[in-house]
């Protein structure tokens, strides 16, 4: 079975990188979402960030997930607590629940996966005919 680490950070990089395209260019909002210019811009990085751990080693991506997925999870928890105050910028619910899911779907497959990323066949070897 091939590993999902590669293909779910290439998704959340691409998604993540036009979304912050997109809240840079239709600020306030974009769909319920709120997007200022700061989270457009870390939203942008982000995205950037998993298309370059897609580029260069399975290992950068399975990074790329989890620690995505601990920061989401992080941005969440204070968002929540705090009714939506990050200090540097505001987040609504749909924030928050958006920042819930893509936490426990990065954490869930980065974590999950193990080895290098490739299928290895395995080769049965032969036994004597006795």
Known sequence: ???SVKPLTWIVGALLTLAGFAGLVW???LLTLRMDTVLSLFT???GLLGIWAV???YAYAKIYLVSFGI???VIAVIGWINKGNLYVTTV???DTILHIVLAVVLLVVGLSSSGSGSATPVIPEETPIA
Request: proline content about 11%.
């Open 55 to 57: 580029a260069t080693e």
């Open 92 to 94: 609504n619910t749909p």
């Open 71 to 73: 920061i989401y999870a």
């Open 1 to 3: 079975m091939t590993s």
């Open 27 to 29: 600020q306030p909002a």
């Open 44 to 46: 942008l990085i982000v």
